[in-house]
T-cell receptor
C-alpha cells in the first residue's frame, strides 16, 4: 500500500541553525512527493514538490530530493528563521489512484 | 479568486446532532476532498470526488456523507455526531486527482462534539 513516515517532533532550533526533517515512503507505482507547511490557525500550503526520481524541489530556501533508491524525501534548510515555525507534512500521491497520503506532521519551533 | 472556502470556522455540536460542513472552490477544479486532522495522526482522507456526480470513500468514511452536485461545492454531512468526530476538518481541491497537481486547502473547520 501507500504510506508516508516522517520523523517525530517537536523540533526546536535556534535561528540560523540547519534543519533536516526526515521523510520516507512506501508506494505502488511511481509517486509524486510533496512537502506542505501549516502555519498556526491556517490550512496547509504547498511548500515544494518533486514528481520523479532525482528531482529536487525547492522553495523559500527549503529543498528536498526525491531518492528512489532510499524511498526518501527529506526536507532541508540551511538557515532557519523564526518565521519558519510551523508544522511540516510530507505527502505522496501515487499514479495508481486519486488519493493523497500524508505523514503525521513535524512541528518546528525556531527560537531567536 | 477566493480559492477554497469553508464554513463555519468553528462549531460545537451535541452528540446525536447532524450538520453540514460547507466547502466551495472557484478554481474550476475537478478533484475535491475532505480530511480530518487529529493530533499525532496527520491528515486522514474521509471522502473525495473526481467530478460532479462522482464520489468515493477514503480512509475514514464512517459517519460521514458527501455529494457533489456542482463542480464548485462539496459539502460534508455528519449524520449523527459522536465525540470521536471532534477534529479539525479540511477541504481541499486540485485540478484533477493525478500526481501532477498540488492540492489547495481551505482554512479548516474546528468541530467539537460534546
Amino acid at each position: 500500500g501507500n504510506s508516508v513516515t516522517q520523523m517525530e517532533g517537536p523540533v526546536t532550533l535556534s535561528e540560523e541553525a540547519f534543519l533536516t526533517i526526515n521523510c520516507t515512503y512506501t508506494a505502488t507505482g511511481y509517486p509524486s512527493l510533496f512537502w506542505y507547511v501549516q502555519y498556526p490557525g491556517e490550512g496547509l500550503q504547498l511548500l515544494l514538490k518533486a514528481t520523479k526520481a532525482d528531482d529536487k524541489g525547492s522553495n523559500k530556501g527549503f529543498e528536498a530530493t526525491y531518492r528512489k533508491e532510499t524511498t526518501s524525501f527529506h526536507l532541508e534548510k540551511g538557515s532557519v528563521q523564526v518565521s519558519d515555525s510551523a508544522v511540516y507534512f510530507c505527502a505522496l500521491t501515487a499514479n495508481t489512484g486519486n488519493q493523497f497520503y500524508f505523514g503525521t506532521g513535524t512541528s518546528l519551533t525556531v527560537i531567536p | 479568486n477566493a480559492g477554497v472556502t469553508q464554513t463555519p470556522k468553528f462549531q460545537v455540536l451535541k452528540t446525536g446532532q447532524s450538520m453540514t460542513l460547507q466547502c466551495a472552490q472557484d478554481m474550476n477544479h475537478e478533484y475535491m476532498s475532505w480530511y480530518r486532522q487529529d493530533p499525532g495522526m496527520g491528515l486522514r482522507l474521509i471522502h473525495y470526488s473526481v467530478g460532479a456526480g462522482i464520489t468515493d470513500q477514503g480512509e475514514v468514511p464512517n459517519g460521514y456523507n458527501v455529494s457533489r452536485s456542482t463542480t464548485e461545492d462539496f459539502p460534508l454531512r455528519l449524520l449523527s455526531a459522536a465525540p470521536s468526530q471532534t477534529s479539525v476538518y479540511f477541504c481541499a481541491s486540485s485540478m484533477d486527482g493525478s500526481s501532477s497537481y498540488e492540492q489547495y486547502f481551505g482554512p479548516g473547520t474546528r468541530l467539537t462534539v460534546t
